[in-house]
């Protein structure tokens, strides 16, 4: 009758195991035993737990007392619990994040991947000897406390510990657990979440500590700026006094922001804005050109500003000189954006110069007459004592003819100084061989001086297009110099080659060197280099200025 009621169930386990309690007499018992029934003409899949008996007349079997119960709704609940579980390892494993759980009883009775590969040690040997020689000394009460009374009320708990790595660093973990309850609201135990967040804790440690320092650092500006305030009213106070404008200029927009005294040397208005275009129409025709280059030079590469230029007065129409000195300043993209400048009116200095430039061309102009004479006395001398064979004012007489060579020089080089000035030196441009010019003056310096050893080295044929005698000039200075500031004896290397077009002109003497603070001055005109070994060495400082002028 049973398998006429419910045929479905033949070839299903639940009726082998009937069978076999038949057969063997021996009672069974199964729990949660899957067995498929047809229900309203659907196949619906159940679970039982099922108890059979054998029936005996006798000692025969006469059949078998079946017992069933439906657990479906249990057992699915456990394969849904199953499989959230399995769910839940999956998603621990792959978080990245610390992940645990603690049972009822206070263990924990799951770690993840990320766990054991943070801490470097697996989930048997931590059950094993515990927590305690990971978390640091100074934490380990502190944590236990607010677990265990977090545990005792099954409330939530937050905490923030230092254990140590895998590499026995100790990191900073924030610990979180939440609390489980089973479906009849029954302790479960705990799941936790941690995070090593120890980068984090030393940013805000370096916050907090920047934020004393900007504390710190806004009462000392406040200090500054109050100082700040009273220089620059004394740097104000000291232009006046030294009869100097000030102006910032953005080299951007052109605006500029300018002192009165600027505004007044200018001519321009007193009150209101002022743009770059104001100014430079100003400036004189002639200087127009240089005055732009400068800005623009100012501009791209942040070169220092210093100019010196004539301009015409705005309202008096008077032409006055002014020197502009001023730095570039550069923005927080790198950009340069501003000069900061101050101006002077050098018309005095320029007009006293120019007495004094005008005065030198009129002595050297006038010097070289009688000095050409003398020149001509001095040969025609030496001629009558060389046919005399008077040795004694033979020598005499060279010495005398050197020395007014000397001072022919010196005058030519007043006399270009006074030329290059009034823009009246003419370039004579050719082309020539610069390494036979080296030669021939090496030569010369080679049979005049008996002191020093002259050595040349140059590639043949290093041919140039320039003024052959000027270049001559400025070859025979830097060869005189290297003479008259080495000993006696020294060794003079001259070299001259081609490099990526352009003519690489050296020397190198072992004489007395030029320290590092008069660098900078060393082409200023009438400059010369203060010493105990240079006082006596004579010269006016005007060589190496005219050989400046004449390369640029």
Same mark, same amino acid.
């Given at each position: 009758?049973?398998?006429?009621?419910?045929?479905e169930?033949?070839?299903q386990?639940?009726?082998d195991?009937?069978?076999?309690?038949?057969?063997?007499?021996?009672?069974l018992?199964? @729990?949660?035993?899957?067995?498929s029934?047809? $229900? =309203?003409?659907?196949?619906?899949?159940?679970?039982?737990?099922v108890i059979?008996?054998?029936?005996?007349?006798?000692?025969?079997?006469?059949?078998?007392l079946?017992?069933?119960?439906?657990?479906?709704p249990?057992?699915r609940?456990?394969?849904?619990?199953?499989?959230?579980?399995?769910?839940?390892?999956?998603?621990?494993?792959?978080?990245?994040?610390?992940?645990?759980?603690?049972?009822?009883?206070?263990?924990?009775?799951?770690?993840?991947?990320?766990?054991?590969?943070?801490? !470097?040690h697996?989930?048997?040997?931590?059950?094993?000897?515990?927590?305690?020689?990971?978390?640091?000394?100074?934490d380990?009460?502190?944590?236990?406390?607010?677990?265990l009374?977090?545990?005792a $009320?099954?409330?939530?708990?937050?905490?923030?510990?230092?254990m140590?790595?895998?590499?026995?660093?100790?990191r900073?973990?924030r610990?979180?657990?939440?609390?489980?309850?089973?479906?009849?609201?029954?302790?479960?135990?705990y799941?936790?979440?941690?995070?090593d967040?120890?980068?984090?804790?030393q940013q805000?440690?370096?916050?907090?500590?920047?934020?004393? &320092?900007?504390?710190?650092?806004?009462e000392?500006?406040?200090?500054?700026?109050?100082?700040?305030?009273?220089? =620059?009213?004394d740097?104000?106070?000291a232009f006046?006094?030294?009869?100097?404008g000030?102006?910032?200029?953005?080299?951007?927009?052109? *605006?500029?922001e300018?002192?009165?005294?600027?505004r007044?040397?200018?001519?321009?208005?007193?009150? !209101?804005?002022?743009?770059?275009e104001?100014?430079?129409?100003?400036?004189?025709?002639?200087?127009?050109?240089e005055?732009n280059r400068a800005?623009?030079?100012?501009?791209?590469?942040?070169?220092?500003?210093?100019?010196t230029?004539?301009?015409?007065?705005?309202?008096? !129409?008077? #032409?006055?000189?002014m020197?502009?000195?001023? *730095?570039? #300043?550069?923005?927080?993209?790198?950009?340069?954006?501003?000069?900061?400048?101050?101006?002077?009116? /050098?018309?005095?200095? *320029?007009?006293?110069?120019?007495?004094?430039?005008?005065f030198?061309?009129?002595?050297s102009?006038?010097l070289?007459?009688?000095?050409t004479?003398?020149?001509g006395?001095?040969?025609v001398?030496?001629?009558m &004592?060389?046919?005399?064979?008077?040795e $004694?004012?033979?020598?005499?007489?060279?010495?005398?003819?050197?020395?007014?060579?000397?001072?022919?020089?010196?005058i030519?080089? @007043?006399?270009?100084?006074s030329?290059?000035?009034?823009?009246?030196i003419?370039? =004579?441009?050719?082309?020539?061989?610069?390494?036979?010019?080296?030669?021939e003056?090496? =030569?010369? @310096?080679?049979?005049?001086?008996?002191?020093?050893?002259? *050595?040349?080295?140059?590639?043949?044929?290093?041919?140039?297009?320039?003024d052959?005698?000027?270049?001559?000039? /400025?070859?025979?200075?830097?060869i005189?110099?290297?003479?008259?500031?080495?000993g006696?004896?020294s060794?003079?290397?001259?070299s001259?080659?081609?490099?990526? !077009?352009e003519?690489l @002109?050296?020397?190198?003497?072992?004489g007395?060197?030029?320290?590092?603070?008069?660098?900078?001055?060393?082409f200023?005109?009438?400059?010369?280099?203060?010493?105990?070994?240079s006082t006596t060495?004579s010269g006016?400082?005007?060589?190496l200025?005219?050989?400046?002028?004449?390369?640029e």
């Amino acid at each position: 009758p049973l398998f006429e009621g419910v045929p479905e169930i033949v070839g299903q386990p639940i009726v082998d195991v009937l069978l076999g309690v038949y057969r063997t007499g021996i009672p069974l018992e199964l @729990f949660g035993e899957e067995v498929s029934l047809i $229900r =309203e003409g659907m196949v619906e899949t159940g679970y039982y737990d099922v108890i059979y008996r054998p029936l005996y007349d006798g000692s025969i079997i006469t059949g078998v007392l079946g017992i069933a119960i439906d657990v479906t709704p249990q057992i699915r609940a456990k394969i849904a619990i199953e499989e959230s579980e399995v769910r839940f390892r999956t998603m621990a494993e792959g978080s990245g994040i610390l992940i645990s759980t603690i049972d009822v009883h206070g263990k924990v009775d799951y770690l993840n991947k990320t766990w054991v590969e943070f801490t !470097g040690h697996s989930f048997a040997s931590l059950q094993e000897s515990g927590w305690e020689h990971i978390i640091h000394p100074d934490d380990f009460e502190k944590v236990s406390k607010i677990y265990l009374d977090s545990m005792a $009320r099954h409330d939530p708990f937050v905490c923030e510990l230092r254990m140590l790595d895998a590499e026995q660093r100790y990191r900073w973990i924030r610990l979180k657990g939440a609390p489980r309850f089973d479906a009849n609201k029954n302790f479960q135990g705990y799941i936790c979440s941690g995070v090593d967040f120890t980068d984090e804790r030393q940013q805000l440690l370096e916050i907090a500590h920047i934020n004393v &320092a900007l504390v710190r650092a806004n009462e000392q500006l406040e200090f500054t700026n109050e100082k700040l305030s009273h220089s =620059e009213e004394d740097l104000q106070s000291a232009f006046n006094a030294a009869d100097l404008g000030s102006c910032s200029l953005d080299l951007k927009t052109g *605006k500029a922001e300018m002192s009165p005294r600027y505004r007044s040397l200018y001519g321009l208005p007193l009150e !209101g804005d002022i743009d770059w275009e104001m100014v430079i129409k100003a400036v004189e025709p002639e200087f127009l050109e240089e005055v732009n280059r400068a800005m623009v030079t100012a501009m791209k590469y942040g070169t220092p500003v210093d100019s010196t230029y004539a301009i015409r007065h705005l309202e008096t !129409g008077e #032409r006055r000189w002014m020197r502009v000195a001023g *730095k570039v #300043r550069a923005n927080e993209d790198g950009l340069f954006s501003h000069v900061y400048a101050v101006v002077m009116d /050098v018309t005095v200095q *320029k007009q006293d110069e120019q007495r004094k430039n005008d005065f030198i061309a009129m002595v050297s102009h006038e010097l070289k007459t009688p000095l050409t004479s003398v020149t001509g006395y001095t040969q025609v001398l030496k001629r009558m &004592a060389s046919k005399s064979e008077d040795e $004694r004012t033979s020598s005499l007489l060279e010495k005398m003819e050197l020395q007014v060579k000397k001072m022919s020089a010196m005058i030519n080089g @007043f006399l270009n100084i006074s030329r290059l000035e009034a823009g009246k030196i003419q370039m =004579e441009v050719q082309v020539f061989d610069m390494d036979l010019l080296i030669k021939e003056i090496v =030569e010369e @310096f080679t049979a005049t001086t008996s002191g020093h050893l002259i *050595k040349y080295t140059g590639a043949q044929l290093n041919v140039v297009q320039a003024d052959k005698d000027k270049i001559g000039h /400025v070859v025979n200075n830097l060869i005189s110099n290297a003479i008259k500031y080495s000993g006696s004896s020294s060794l003079i290397k001259i070299s001259c080659n081609s490099q990526e !077009g352009e003519m690489l @002109f050296s020397i190198q003497d072992q004489g007395i060197g030029v320290n590092s603070q008069d660098l900078p001055k060393l082409f200023d005109r009438y400059y010369r280099v203060q010493g105990s070994q240079s006082t006596t060495i004579s010269g006016f400082g005007i060589g190496l200025y005219l050989s400046a002028e004449i390369i640029e």
